[in-house]
């Protein structure tokens, strides 16, 4: 069974710099899964962020970055805001199932 | 601008049937491939199915497939999840996702809730 996994959860600071991951069990992450990154706040639906693993949409903000780091896709924000407290979801795309798999969900917490 | 309005959810027993549509406006929906994907009440998010832009070319996840169809009406801009055969275990909010000219998820509908309970 494939599985996509991602941090349970992280701590940063207001300001500072926080890496999230995403690894899948099928081996190392490369832009053959076209990673894709979402940021959900509560109550609210998924919003896209990355994709093609380092791409931004037009309304994703300059801070947050993706890239592939170590066989792992990953998620980089950098000058943490307080509205980025959020749970981030990595999504992997396995072509030759036709299947897409969401990770479990980074809970992204700034204090 | 792009938007995705979910409808049709609600509570149904196990073993019933319940349809989703989810209506696209703002964008030329016939140029679309779409996707459903469902989130269990404190749960994580899970891919449930995807369509082609014409209709023709459709794929579920395990979980779903046998008693999910995914289907749609380009000529009222209109998405469907047909649910077969429902378990407590479908119970979750329901988003539809437009896949974007950069060939990837963009835009999300608001979801509905579908409950299956007795």
């Known amino acids: 069974q494939t599985v996509v996994t991602q941090e349970p959860s992280l701590t940063v600071s207001p300001g500072g710099t926080v890496t999230l991951t995403c690894t899948a069990n099928?081996?190392?992450?490369?832009?053959?899964?076209?990673p894709s990154w979402f940021q959900q706040k509560p109550g609210q639906a998924p919003r896209a962020l990355i994709y093609?693993?380092?791409n931004k949409h037009s309304w994703t903000p300059a801070r947050f970055s993706g890239s592939l780091l170590g066989g792992k896709a990953a998620l980089t924000l950098s000058g943490v805001q307080p509205e980025d407290e959020a749970v981030y979801y990595c999504?992997?795309?396995?072509?030759?199932?036709?299947?897409?798999?969401f990770g479990g969900g980074t809970k992204l917490t700034v204090l | 601008q792009v938007q995705l309005v979910v409808s049709g959810g609600g509570v149904v027993q196990p073993g019933r049937s319940l349809r989703l549509s989810c209506a696209g406006s703002?964008?030329?929906?016939?140029?679309?491939?779409m996707h459903w994907v469902r989130q269990a009440p404190g749960k994580g998010l899970e891919w449930v199915a995807v369509i082609s832009s014409d209709g023709n070319h459709k794929y579920y996840a395990n979980s779903v497939k046998g008693r999910f169809a995914i289907s749609r009406d380009n000529s009222k801009s209109t998405l469907y999840l047909q649910m077969n055969s429902l378990r407590a275990e479908d119970t979750a909010v329901y988003y539809c996702?437009?896949?974007?000219?950069?060939?990837?998820?963009?835009?999300w509908g608001q979801g509905a809730l579908v409950t299956a309970s007795s």
């Open positions: 093609g693993a380092t």
């Open positions: 099928t081996g190392a992450v490369s832009s053959n899964y076209y």
């Open positions: 703002g964008f030329t929906f016939s140029g679309y491939a």
């Open positions: 999504l992997l795309f396995f072509d030759g199932a036709q299947l897409w798999l």
């Open positions: 996702v437009r896949v974007g000219d950069t060939r990837h998820f963009d835009y």
